[in-house]
């Protein structure tokens, strides 16, 4: 593996796990998702070399070309919108998705998974702020919805997933990861539902959600550079 990679690596489960230490969190309380978008196969064949077993894609087109090529044994994770046209080919490379972001798009998916005998992990993507330009439940859609979807045979829901909006500094985007982690408890008491999943906190600000209760941190270009979109 390039040097500067593993260096990388090494340096964010170092961070991540000191941020577990600080917050008084177990060791094993939040999980590293690789994000390995637009990094060719043999790049991301380094990293499992390496040991590492976790990865999120955020097209399933790019995972279909990639992860056929690539040794068996690694979790796939899709963490972009999920397009209904392309839910049948994302089943079953994808074991987690954490890009479900309507009732009408997690009934569609289960009821696929149901038929080709999966049975994914999902977390439920929220709009916090209510942007425009980026999908995703409103608080008020799961507090109306959240039952059905949890009852839902085909996914196992483990959770919420958020985005925040773009911030500045990685402290400006603590509270959007306070505030999910709050949803997140209102909507298990409220509901009686368990929801021990929070998708949250990416290359710039990971330690900030962890601090706030991130079970997963989703980071690419901490770890690989800069992504090149052109290549
Ligand atoms: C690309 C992407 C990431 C990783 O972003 P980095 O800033 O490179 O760590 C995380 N989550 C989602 C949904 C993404 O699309």
Redesign the pocket.
């Known amino acids: 593996m390039s040097g500067v990679i593993a260096e990388n690596l090494a340096k964010v489960k170092q961070q991540l796990a000191e941020a577990l230490i600080r917050s008084g969190r177990g060791e094993d309380d939040c999980e590293l998702?690789v994000?390995s978008?637009t990094w060719p196969a043999e790049v991301v064949a380094e990293v499992i070399d390496a040991g590492h077993r976790a990865f999120?894609e955020?097209k399933v087109q790019e995972g279909m070309e990639k992860i056929p090529s690539l040794p068996q044994g690694v979790r796939w994770h899709l963490?972009?919108h999920l397009q209904r046209n392309k839910v049948r080919k994302a089943l079953p490379l994808f074991g987690t998705l954490?890009?479900i972001d309507s009732l009408k798009l997690a009934r569609y998916t289960s009821n696929l998974a149901v038929e080709l005998g999966c049975h994914p992990d999902v977390y439920l993507q929220v709009n916090l702020a209510g942007e425009e330009r980026k999908s995703g439940f409103s608080p008020d859609d799961l507090r109306r919805e959240l039952e059905e979807l949890d009852g839902l045979d085909g996914l196992n829901v483990l959770g919420l997933?958020c985005?925040p909006p773009a911030v500045a500094c990685p402290e400006d985007a603590r509270p959007w990861f306070a505030r999910l982690r709050e949803l997140r408890d209102e909507l298990e008491s409220t509901s009686g539902l368990s929801l021990p999943g929070l998708s949250m906190g990416?290359?710039?600000d990971?330690e900030a959600a962890i601090e706030e209760g991130s079970t997963i941190v989703?980071?690419?270009?901490?770890?690989?550079g800069a992504?090149n979109y052109a290549v």
């Open positions: 998702l994000v978008k999120g955020n963490i972009g954490h890009g997933m985005i990416m290359s710039g990971y989703r980071v690419g270009s901490a770890i690989f992504r």
